[in-house]
């Protein structure tokens, strides 16, 4: 049998496998949802089938709860921003104190008098820039300025204006709808790239973009890719009050995100984006709208995160505990996209592409590296630009992974349980880098000692896949605490053959995946022929 013949056996062998798998937890999910509604938290009376809607999560049943009234303004601030640029002319100057009114107003809304916490730690953030971004020791001034507000907005819960004198106290009638400290965590991440790059502006030799241009397809198509806009510095007059301002509250990827950094913001307020045309961005929403109608099946129909929120997990069995464990990790997936690419989409609108967050689905990830680039993809750039090479990049990896979490689990909140999510998946990582550099000095001699790889990446990958649910499931729904329980019930005599199964479903998975690469790659090549 060739070897061709062997792999196209093996891949219709894996397509069932799979079809069978997932028609399993389709049917127990419904029958568990069915069997336990009435000891379910958040659950609301829904619009299909006459069935009740899971709006147990806070952040989406808010976002759905106002996704109307925030498509109508989002609507009228793009409509008058996009007028105003045709019909003035405006550049980047010009758009920053279009984009800068409107997102004020916007946040008037949202914060009320708290606003005024915001522009305060913005303008001492910029002076500090200002003054000291050309010296040494700036980067060390700069992450103290903002760990230190990102710690004490959290501890003092946005703080209160009497604290300041009861003069002030009235102004704590009016905070407006929104905690304006949660949304500060994004001002932070773009005050941080507001500096390096006022601090990075002279120095060119940092990007080749000539060897860039000839490796990127984006960029040898004419268009400009968004490495570029990153790293290509923009002039001295873009880094102006204005613009760094309207770059900090712009309104459309104000809430949510994605990130984007101050390079490639500024570089495109000047001048709109192209690679996406009027007919792609069209598509683009009407993608977004298909998404939207598949969660809405699934908080219809699949109950996983009130399960998760209602502690009715700890009277099921281990397998229906991987069921409902799985599932929330697929509902988290399906809620983030949808809340950052419908901000994306409106920032497009108005000209500015921000990098794409969850660009491959969750099912298509069988490594931590490719997990996390793939989730906050927009994060992820910011942590390797910011943080992760000027800690030392890969040369100091083992060490810095451990520094770059545990920033992400306080930039998230100030929690235990995030604290060991962060540390779990940085035990989980050390293997995976130690594998892979061993893997990357094995030169493959034959048919054979390929085979051989292959399965043993298949192993792993079905063994980082359970360890990437055990941390996820420890930071987002059981805690710390529940760890002595999830060990329990898995390693005992009723939980061993659900964890054989688990892992057989998941290197059965991870081949399917490497099938699904090599088709990408096969694709890849004939285009470039």
């Not at 601090?199 to 000539?210: A, V």
């Not at 709208?289 to 129909?301: A, G, R």
């Not at 069921?323 to 901000?343: P, T």
């Not at 998230?412 to 604290?419: C, N, R, S, V």
Request: charged share 15%; net charge positive; aromatic share 20%.
């Amino acid at each position: 049998m060739t070897e061709s013949n062997w792999r196209r056996r093996e891949l219709a062998f894996l397509i069932v496998y799979a079809v069978a798998f997932y028609a399993f937890v389709i049917r127990r999910s419904l029958q568990l949802s069915h069997d336990y509604y009435t000891k379910l938290y958040g659950l609301r009376p829904g619009w299909i089938a006459n069935r009740l809607n899971d709006a147990s999560d806070a952040q989406w049943r808010n976002f759905r709860g106002n996704l109307q009234i925030l498509t109508v303004v989002f609507g009228i601030f793009t409509l008058v921003a996009n007028v105003l640029r045709t019909y003035c002319c405006l550049r980047a100057k010009g758009m920053a104190y279009v984009w800068l009114l409107i997102s004020l107003a916007y946040l008037s809304y949202l914060h009320g008098a708290c606003i005024i916490f915001i522009l305060t730690i913005a303008s001492a953030n910029f002076l500090l820039v200002k003054i000291f971004g050309r010296t040494k020791y700036f980067s060390y001034l700069l992450w103290t300025f903002n760990l230190s507000f990102l710690v004490c907005n959290r501890v003092y819960g946005g703080y209160q204006f009497s604290s300041f004198g009861q003069h002030w106290a009235f102004l704590d009638n009016f905070r407006g709808t929104f905690r304006w400290h949660i949304c500060f965590n994004f001002v932070v991440l773009r005050m941080i790239s507001y500096g390096y790059d006022y601090h990075w502006m002279d120095q060119n030799n940092r990007f080749d973009q000539e060897k860039h241009i000839q490796r990127c397809s984006t960029c040898t198509s004419g268009k400009i890719c968004y490495m570029s806009l990153q790293e290509r510095s923009v002039q001295n007059d873009k880094f102006s009050f204005a613009v760094y301002l309207c770059y900090l509250v712009y309104a459309p990827l104000y809430i949510a995100g994605p990130i984007i950094s101050f390079n490639a913001f500024a570089s495109q307020l000047d001048t709109p984006q192209k690679n996406y045309s009027s007919k792609q961005v069209v598509w683009y929403g009407f993608r977004w709208i298909l998404s939207l109608f598949l969660m809405e099946l699934m908080t219809h129909f699949f109950y996983y995160n009130a399960f998760a929120i209602s502690g009715v997990w700890k009277q099921l069995t281990p397998m229906d505990n991987f069921i409902i464990g799985y599932g929330v990790l697929n509902f988290m997936w399906l809620k983030f996209f949808l809340l950052w690419r419908y901000f994306r989409f409106w920032s497009l609108i108005s000209g500015i592409e921000a990098p794409e967050n969850m660009p491959r689905c969750l099912n298509n990830c069988y490594n931590l590296e490719t997990f996390w680039k793939n989730w906050h993809a927009s994060y992820n750039k910011w942590l390797v630009r910011y943080m992760y090479i000027p800690l030392g990049g890969a040369q100091r990896k083992l060490l810095n992974v451990w520094v770059v979490f545990t920033f992400v689990a306080i930039w998230h909140d100030l929690e235990w349980k995030l604290l060991s999510w962060a540390w779990l998946t940085c035990l989980f990582f050390i293997p995976e880098i130690l594998v892979k550099s061993a893997a990357n000095t094995f030169k493959v001699q034959s048919v054979f000692e390929e085979f051989l790889l292959r399965e043993l990446n298949a192993v792993a990958g079905a063994v980082t896949i359970t360890c990437l649910m055990v941390a996820n499931l420890v930071g987002f729904v059981i805690g710390p605490s529940g760890i002595n329980w999830l060990i329990s019930g898995f390693l005992c005599k009723e939980g061993l053959p659900t964890v054989g199964g688990m892992l057989i479903s998941f290197y059965i998975g991870t081949k399917l995946m490497f099938h699904i690469s090599d088709s990408q790659q096969k694709r890849l090549k004939k285009s470039t022929m």
